[in-house]
């Protein structure tokens, strides 16, 4: 019998004699065991059949070893074994009991297979198909269980077991009365194992979509078949195609769209190319209105200041109008380089009761009569550091929406109020205010309103819901761009029928200065000394030489200089004598920013003033003055200029 075991790629055979109680091996198994040739030869105690076998494995088949020692039939096992140099084999031990002549147990033989190499593949198996999430399954017609495995038993949230009954399998579909993951028992052969299911995971219920595929092999004598295949999860392909097949159903209608978008986007392009060049055409017109007002403005100040005391009164107050006339047109100016965004924001210190006191002329020459307007501002209001020139344009853009959205009339209410608000509001809104100290500005009326729609799209750029041609869409856009480039914040309150209310938010000063007092008070001109030497850059021949006139009046010695190429021949000509460059800021060939630096570079610490009424960003950081940079607005007079001249002239360094 050895010898036939041995031909079968056994790797140890062992004779066990019950009634004797001792173990008879062959030579393969005593190596494996680690025995010596003698021990072997005249029998061994039985309980050295265990002594080789892994601690873990050793009490499960002490169990069935005793089986078969009580009188069962048959053997077959796989268990581990501890070979001598600590290697760790896979045995698969098949036996049975011989019996004598009154069935008493006489001899418990066998034989020892190496199936390592078969664990390790399996195992190797078992890693790839979790890895890439495969399970696999076999069945055998008229079976009630299907063999599986671990991923398996995975993919559809069911515990682990390498053998389950085919309705438990079943219970995971979806679809209880369609096609079955695995056949029913008596039930006729597929027509293929290729087929997709809907799930809900044993476990946690979870909807998933599996995929089934594999081999049918069918008995052709008894009519009888096996199933082998596997499973995989094919979710989110199946979230793909449905996504495509939505994709596809909706093509149509997203093309419409996409033309719809690409038209719209046409129209806004065509509208801000207008909006650019008609900026750019009001800041090119204020620059040379504000040349020409630097003129009049210049001499109708020279011949005022000339004027003696018993001059004809009515040519006293001729001048006066005049003056006034010019100073009027030189605020529109302003608003216009406003409306371009070619003025830099010069914020300061302002008292906002102060600021809507002088605003209430204005708010009534643009508002209609059949709109009451009321300004409330609250008690011992917070300073804030704004722009005033442009929180004025702010509140007039905001109160004449007010006046459009009532063209029957109604009220509008101009209130200020000091506010602290806490960490503990609520902040999804979009426009929510951050935590501080603020002075809230409320433009209110009692018009129309707007819906939840329209407020979220209030601050976009060219939106607006004038009719064409009533409105560009950019005045709203402006009050946030404003309000956020001077650190607040803005909100809206709105319904359909029951007004419109717009907050700005804007930030306490921390370190409160001197609030605005709006206009300056006449200040005495300061004269200039013989050893101050002053280059003027003017292209403007009429500007330059008022300019020149008044420094001359003032004391000044002056240098003048047409343009750049100029200029310099004076800085190489002049030298360290020129203690000042006065110079416009937008000039042919070189701008006054470039002629500065190369001014700085012949004569380092060359103080120097910029004369503009159209700034462009050589001069400008975001929108305000670059650090360091001296700049009087045109059009000035004789006292703004020999002001700002000592200023600059009498700065230490």
Not at 12 to 25: E, F, K, Q, R, S
Request: proline letters at 5%; glycine letters at 10%; a negative charge.
């Amino acid at each position: 019998m050895q010898a036939s075991w041995a031909t079968a790629g056994a790797s140890g055979t062992w004779d066990w004699d019950i009634p004797g109680g001792l173990l008879h091996v062959d030579a393969r198994f005593a190596t494996l065991y680690g025995l010596g040739e003698g021990e072997a030869r005249f029998g061994l105690p039985t309980a050295t059949f265990f002594q080789a076998i892994h601690p873990d494995d050793r009490a499960r088949m002490r169990i069935a070893v005793a089986g078969m020692l009580a009188g069962a039939e048959t053997f077959s096992k796989e268990f581990r074994v501890i070979a001598p140099d600590e290697t760790l084999l896979w045995m698969h031990g098949r036996g049975q009991t011989q019996f004598d002549a009154a069935d008493a147990p006489l001899r418990f033989t066998g034989l020892l297979v190496d199936v390592t190499a078969r664990k390790r593949a399996e195992e190797r198996l078992r890693i790839a198909q979790s890895a890439g999430g495969v399970g696999t399954f076999e069945y055998s017609d008229g079976f009630a269980t299907a063999t599986v495995s671990p991923e398996f038993c995975r993919l559809l949230g069911l515990h682990p077991a390498p053998i389950l009954p085919v309705a438990t399998i079943n219970l995971v579909l979806t679809d209880p009365h369609g096609p079955k993951l695995i056949p029913d028992p008596q039930s006729a052969a597929p027509e293929t194992l290729d087929a997709t299911f809907c799930i809900s995971r044993s476990d946690d219920g979870e909807a998933r979509w599996i995929a089934r595929r594999g081999e049918i092999i069918r008995d052709g004598d008894n009519g009888g078949y096996r199933l082998m295949g596997v499973i995989y999860d094919i979710t989110a392909a199946k979230a793909q195609e449905t996504a495509l097949r939505e994709l596809n159903e909706t093509l149509e209608a997203r093309v419409e769209q996409a033309l719809a978008e690409r038209s719209q986007i046409e129209e806004t392009l065509r509208q801000a190319q207008k909006m650019e060049a008609i900026g750019n055409l009001t800041g090119g017109i204020a620059h040379d209105f504000n040349n020409l007002l630097t003129i009049i403005i210049g001499n109708i100040d020279t011949v005022s200041r000339r004027l003696d005391a018993d001059a004809d009164p009515r040519a006293r107050r001729a001048i006066d109008h005049a003056l006034k006339g010019a100073e009027r047109a030189a605020a529109l100016t302003q608003r216009l380089l406003a409306f371009s965004r070619r003025q830099p924001l010069a914020a300061r210190s302002i008292d906002v009761a102060r600021l809507l006191a002088g605003m209430a002329d204005l708010l009534t020459r643009s508002i209609t009569e059949t709109i009451a307007i009321q300004l409330s501002p609250g008690p011992d209001l917070w300073t804030v550091e704004v722009d005033p020139n442009q929180l004025e344009n702010v509140l007039l853009n905001l109160a004449v929406n007010a006046r459009d959205a009532m063209p029957d009339g109604g009220a509008l209410t101009i209130e200020a109020r000091n506010v602290s608000i806490g960490a503990e509001l609520d902040r999804t809104d979009a426009y929510a205010v951050p935590p501080g100290a603020y002075v809230r500005i409320s433009v209110k009326d009692t018009g129309i309103g707007m819906t939840a729609e329209t407020v979220a799209q209030v601050f976009d750029p060219f939106f607006t819901t004038k009719e064409v041609g009533k409105g560009t869409g950019l005045g709203l856009s402006m009050v946030y761009g404003f309000v956020k480039q001077s650190n607040g914040h803005i909100m809206i309150d709105s319904a359909p029928g029951a007004g419109t209310t717009m907050s700005l938010f804007l930030p306490r000063q921390e370190i409160a200065g001197d609030a605005d007092e709006g206009e300056d008070e006449p200040l005495a001109a300061q004269q200039g000394r013989e050893t101050e030497t002053i280059l003027v850059v003017e292209d403007d021949d009429d500007v330059r030489t008022y300019t020149v006139g008044v420094l001359r009046e003032l004391g000044y010695r002056v240098i003048e200089a047409h343009d750049g190429t100029a200029a310099l021949r004076e800085f190489d000509r002049q030298g360290a004598d020129i203690t000042l460059m006065l110079t416009d800021v937008v000039m042919p060939r070189m701008s006054g920013h470039e002629i500065a630096e190369a001014g700085r570079a012949r004569i380092p610490g060359l103080k120097v003033l910029f004369i503009s009424g159209y700034t462009r960003d050589t001069i400008m950081q975001d929108g305000k003055l670059a650090p360091g940079v001296d700049l009087l607005s045109k059009p000035f007079t004789y006292t703004m200029l020999a002001t700002k001249l000592r200023e600059i002239l009498d700065r230490p360094g």
